[in-house]
């Protein structure tokens, strides 16, 4: 076979619907992969396999058409046995084997990374070979562009280590996110990936789309901020959520959806049973949209976490939303922060936070409300005791000292919660901050003086004695605790600093 360029010989299919992408002629990379969870698989028509046999020298080998949709071909096949006898080939042209398989986690996968940078015609990432033995790989801004994604990608089909990629930031394009997704369907390792920031635009979305209705791959994160995706990207990446279960995280902030993609997004939330955290902020969402996803919300029963900041629901959204508040039974946070919306939205939403049993952290940062919404907020708190709120945001509003002689009422029945405000009118917080001792010294002096260390401490606040305690639970035993006292400001320096990201802290 007349030798081609590199970039045309790496086979880069994944795709199962083999017969709608015609073989092309290039050079195959030959893996031994690893055994994986049993998982519902795709059908491949096409593979990289181990120990290919070479045709015979007297067959003429017949060049496929070339093919601007080049894919990598990536299904697993037993190795057949190798006789040791046999004398050794001679080094093919269109063939890279790892022969040793006892090395194929190590020196192999670098091997294969190697060579396929240099089928495709890129520079090797130091990075990439330093750490793909590593559960977290962050790749991002490494202007690695489409052919330098098909090398990683390549080089993940077999990857055991890797559970998190970060790939932001390097205009991927769509030939690149089309290797990502064909290696998605064979490994089943990686479960968190960002590929936000790389300009995928219609084509991307429609790329990934027809991944997600697939649904067979172990994917559980996808981060797809700042693509470009406008309303008809919506609708696609919509109908495919609609029907995928497996997506627990998705985040879609900083992309140009209107009005019409949020009524396409408030008709997926109703029939997704997948989805436990959605970011659709700093999109272009007004009144229409709010109310489209309200309804949504509604009926969804799984979602728990919703970013709906810098938006623009303005008060007929936030009418919308109190609502959902007072019938939604799963919402456990909500951020609304800058939406436009005045005291007369806050007043609505505070009616349905007189019924709500599930909301604990409701963000209300930079919209145009005073005291007098903030009071609402608060009285909305205090007339419910089955109230579950921690957290409310509203650290632009500067308030009275009868503010929080009402708001010292509602933690002494709600302990749990902090509400987070500007300043008290009249008095400078910022100057008493440097006052207060730091609260991680105090509690070591105290872990001293009692001879048990810091760790003991806070795990005596926890009934099940673990390292790990939900953000409320340890706020509520830290202020009602008399061991080390500390006020609120200094508590929310310590829950900062112990915060794992994730609604827990963690004493370690």
Same mark, same amino acid.
């Given at each position: 076979?007349?030798?081609?360029?590199?970039?045309?010989?790496?086979?880069?299919?994944?795709?199962?619907?083999?017969?709608?992408?015609?073989?092309?002629?290039?050079?195959?990379?030959?893996?031994?992969?690893?055994?994986?969870?049993?998982?519902?698989?795709?059908?491949?028509?096409?593979?990289?396999?181990?120990?290919?046999?070479?045709?015979?020298?007297?067959?003429?080998?017949?060049?496929?058409?070339?093919?601007?949709?080049?894919?990598?071909?990536?299904?697993?096949?037993?190795?057949?046995?190798?006789?040791?006898?046999?004398?050794?080939?001679?080094?093919?042209?269109?063939?890279?084997?790892?022969?040793?398989?006892?090395?194929?986690?190590?020196?192999?996968?670098?091997?294969?990374?190697?060579?396929?940078?240099?089928?495709?015609?890129?520079?090797?990432?130091?990075?990439?070979?330093?750490?793909?033995?590593?559960?977290?790989?962050?790749?991002?801004?490494?202007?690695?562009?489409?052919?330098?994604?098909?090398?990683?990608?390549?080089?993940?089909?077999?990857?055991?280590?890797?559970?998190?990629?970060?790939?932001?930031?390097?205009?991927?394009?769509?030939?690149?996110?089309?290797?990502?997704?064909?290696?998605?369907?064979?490994?089943?390792?990686?479960?968190?990936?960002?590929?936000?920031?790389?300009?995928?635009?219609?084509?991307?979305?429609?790329?990934?789309?027809?991944?997600?209705? $697939?649904?067979?791959?172990? &994917?559980?994160? #996808?981060? !797809? =901020?700042? %693509?470009? @995706?406008?309303?008809?990207? /919506?609708?696609? *990446?919509?109908?495919?959520?609609?029907?995928?279960?497996?997506?627990?995280?998705?985040?879609?902030?900083?992309?140009?959806?209107?009005?019409?993609?949020?009524?396409?997004?408030?008709?997926?939330?109703?029939?997704?049973?997948?989805?436990?955290?959605?970011?659709?902020?700093?999109?272009?969402?007004?009144?229409?949209?709010?109310?489209?996803?309200?309804?949504?919300? $509604?009926?969804?029963?799984? &979602?728990?976490? #919703?970013? !709906? =900041?810098? %938006?623009? @629901?303005?008060?007929?959204? /936030?009418?919308? *939303?109190?609502?959902?508040?007072?019938?939604?039974?799963?919402?456990?946070?909500?951020?609304?922060?800058?939406?436009?919306?005045?005291?007369?939205?806050?007043?609505?939403?505070?009616?349905?936070?007189?019924?709500?049993?599930?909301?604990?952290?409701?963000?209300?940062?930079?919209?145009?409300?005073?005291?007098?919404?903030?009071?609402?907020?608060?009285?909305?708190?205090?007339?419910?005791?089955?109230?579950?709120?921690?957290? !409310?945001?509203?650290?632009?509003?500067?308030?009275?000292?009868?503010?929080?002689?009402?708001?010292?009422?509602?933690?002494?029945?709600?302990?749990?919660?902090?509400?987070?405000?500007?300043?008290?009118?009249?008095?400078?917080?910022?100057?008493?901050?440097?006052?207060?001792?730091?609260?991680?010294?105090?509690?070591?002096?105290?872990?001293?003086?009692?001879?048990?260390?810091?760790?003991?401490?806070?795990?005596?606040?926890?009934?099940?004695?673990?390292?790990?305690?939900?953000?409320?639970?340890?706020?509520?035993?830290?202020?009602?605790?008399?061991?080390?006292?500390?006020?609120?400001?200094?508590?929310?320096?310590?829950?900062?600093?112990?915060?794992?990201?994730?609604?827990?802290?963690?004493?370690?």
């Amino acid at each position: 076979m007349p030798p081609d360029s590199l970039d045309s010989k790496l086979q880069v299919n994944f795709n199962s619907n083999a017969s709608t992408s015609p073989r092309v002629g290039v050079k195959s990379i030959h893996v031994q992969f690893p055994p994986k969870p049993t998982l519902p698989r795709a059908h491949w028509g096409r593979r990289i396999t181990t120990h290919t046999p070479l045709p015979p020298e007297d067959t003429e080998t017949q060049p496929a058409s070339q093919s601007s949709d080049e894919m990598l071909y990536c299904e697993a096949e037993a190795p057949p046995v190798v006789d040791k006898d046999k004398p050794p080939r001679e080094s093919s042209e269109t063939d890279l084997e790892i022969e040793d398989t006892e090395k194929f986690f190590t020196t192999g996968q670098r091997e294969l990374y190697m060579e396929a940078c240099k089928l495709v015609g890129v520079v090797p990432v130091s990075y990439f070979l330093r750490n793909m033995e590593e559960s977290y790989l962050n790749l991002s801004h490494h202007g690695l562009g489409p052919k330098g994604t098909k090398a990683i990608a390549i080089a993940l089909v077999s990857n055991t280590a890797v559970v998190t990629l970060e790939l932001a930031d390097n205009s991927i394009m769509e030939e690149g996110i089309q290797s990502l997704v064909e290696m998605l369907q064979e490994n089943y390792y990686l479960q968190e990936m960002n590929i936000s920031d790389n300009a995928l635009g219609f084509q991307g979305a429609k790329i990934i789309s027809e991944f997600l209705h $697939r649904n067979s791959s172990s &994917l559980l994160k #996808l981060q !797809l =901020s700042g %693509n470009n @995706f406008k309303d008809k990207s /919506a609708e696609l *990446l919509c109908q495919a959520l609609s029907v995928n279960y497996r997506i627990k995280e998705m985040d879609l902030s900083h992309n140009q959806f209107s009005d019409k993609g949020g009524e396409l997004l408030g008709h997926m939330l109703a029939s997704n049973i997948g989805l436990l955290s959605l970011n659709l902020s700093w999109n272009h969402f007004c009144s229409r949209a709010a109310v489209a996803l309200s309804n949504g919300l $509604r009926s969804n029963m799984t &979602l728990k976490t #919703l970013d !709906l =900041s810098m %938006n623009g @629901f303005g008060n007929d959204g /936030a009418a919308a *939303l109190a609502d959902v508040l007072r019938l939604n039974s799963c919402l456990t946070y909500l951020d609304l922060s800058n939406n436009d919306i005045s005291n007369e939205g806050v007043t609505k939403i505070s009616r349905g936070l007189e019924f709500n049993e599930n909301l604990k952290v409701l963000k209300l940062y930079l919209n145009p409300i005073n005291m007098e919404g903030a009071s609402s907020l608060i009285h909305a708190i205090k007339r419910n005791p089955k109230s579950k709120m921690e957290n !409310l945001d509203i650290s632009n509003v500067m308030v009275s000292e009868q503010f929080v002689k009402l708001l010292d009422g509602v933690y002494a029945i709600h302990p749990q919660l902090d509400v987070v405000y500007k300043a008290v009118q009249g008095l400078s917080v910022k100057k008493n901050v440097f006052l207060w001792s730091n609260a991680m010294k105090m509690i070591q002096s105290y872990a001293d003086g009692n001879k048990i260390t810091v760790l003991d401490f806070f795990k005596s606040f926890n009934p099940t004695g673990m390292v790990k305690m939900p953000v409320g639970k340890f706020w509520k035993a830290m202020i009602q605790q008399n061991k080390v006292p500390l006020n609120r400001f200094q508590l929310r320096e310590l829950v900062k600093r112990l915060d794992d990201k994730t609604g827990m802290v963690n004493f370690r």
